[in-house]
């Protein structure tokens, strides 16, 4: 049997995105019947219960290191590049090791390592990257990149990005896209919709955004793009943005308020957690994301999921999520954003081809077509 150790800290605390990714792939990759074994690896904590975010079962376990000091690890390896092997600090020896963060730390010489990169937006949009990671990754991305014995990401899209920014064969680098669970993303019945309407004090009928509130998703141009709809556009549609905080938000926060001021109907729920999400897809009449830059874009496929018509943006990986299945505007372009809204709001005809077109667009992707993949990859090493 094939023992595959995994760097666990993405799978323990609040979920962020890479933290989803990782869970559900390895979810799903364990219950695959083969003969590979995936130990997570975490740091005990005296101050701190960390559940196991994936039940163990026979193909899935997890290493507790006691005796090691996580910040002394994290930080000798920021400071210096290198340090013990991290199999060694588990007191394992594993065939391989996935690092799903970006960063490869060291390892004995028989194990093959498997870096995710899931963009680089570091790179390419370096001034919506919090201070503290931008370092880390320009310093480390690099390093991770020339050691891994293998690359996965999640788009062709950051594939070609890193084949050319970091000059690497297209043969090291594997596309392994995220998906999402079908048996809870799905068109949901008014009884759901209407109780979280209420919950969240949303209004009858609504254009929605999805994600994280920060400079990158393009807030701001879907507030103005909002804001320069018809007043009886905006008398019918309210406009929802569901979502965290992120960081550099300041700007975004004041637009907010100057056009609520100005009577605009703006609610922002903050953070949804993942059991609200499917209904609030459902109640929505349209979903807009109109992001400067994706690694690839999971709202997409979770509003075409719940049958939601979709206007997003023409760069990066989103057009490769949402194929056919949706209307593309240039990012940068308000204008363009404000049509494509009034296109679908005042066409029924349009809105339900689109509506049909992400249905099926989101069937494609499962979670157990890319543990297939992730296996394949093992096999290959």
């Known amino acids: 049997m094939k023992r595959i150790g995994i760097e666990g800290s993405p799978f323990f605390g609040s979920p962020t995105g890479i933290g989803q990714y990782a869970r559900r792939l390895i979810t799903a990759a364990s219950k695959l019947g083969s003969d590979t074994h995936f ?77 995710f990169i899931h963009d680089l937006s570091f790179i390419h949009f370096s001034e919506y990257t919090q201070v503290k990671n931008l370092t880390y990754m320009q310093k480390f991305v690099p390093y991770s990149i020339d050691r891994a014995s293998h690359i996965i990401t999640i788009s062709q899209s950051t594939k070609n990005q890193i084949v050319e920014h970091y000059k690497v064969s297209p043969g090291k680098i594997s596309i392994i896209t995220p998906a999402i669970n079908h048996s809870q993303f799905y068109q949901r019945p008014m009884h759901e919709i209407s109780e979280i309407r209420k919950k969240y004090k949303l209004p009858t009928k609504y254009i929605l955004y999805a994600s994280t509130l920060e400079p990158r998703k393009n807030i701001e141009g879907i507030l103005r793009s909002y804001s320069a709809l018809g007043d009886d556009l905006k008398m019918e549609y309210g406009l929802v943005l569901a979502g965290g905080k992120g960081w550099k938000d300041e700007s975004i926060f004041k637009t907010i308020d100057e056009l609520r001021s100005a009577g605009e109907n703006i609610i922002t729920t903050g953070y949804v957690p993942d059991e609200d999400l499917p209904a609030i897809y459902s109640g929505a009449t349209l979903f807009v994301y109109p992001s400067f830059y994706e690694g690839f874009g999971i709202p997409l496929l979770e509003a075409m999921a719940c049958g939601v018509p979709v206007i997003t943006s ?40 689109l509506r049909e077109k992400g249905l099926a667009q989101a069937k494609k992707f499962s979670w157990e077509k890319s543990a297939k993949k992730l296996m394949a990859v093992l096999e290959k090493l």
Do not use: C
Request: proline content about 9%; overall charge positive.
């Open 39 to 115: 130990e997570i690896i975490r740091h005990w904590l005296p101050f701190k219960e960390l559940r196991p975010p994936i039940a163990p079962n026979q193909r899935l376990s997890y290493r507790l290191v006691k005796w090691f000091p996580p910040a002394v690890y994290f930080q000798t390896f920021k400071r210096l590049g290198w340090f013990l092997p991290y199999d060694a600090i588990a007191l394992r020896r594993y065939d391989a090791m996935l690092f799903f963060n970006f960063v490869v730390f060291p390892v004995r010489k028989k194990v093959k390592t498997i870096a």
């Open 314 to 353: 023409n760069n990066t990986s989103l057009p490769e999520v949402v194929g056919s299945a949706a209307i593309l505007v240039e990012a940068g372009d308000t204008t363009a954003l404000s049509k494509a809204i009034n296109k679908v709001l005042n066409n029924p005809e349009r809105a339900n081809l």
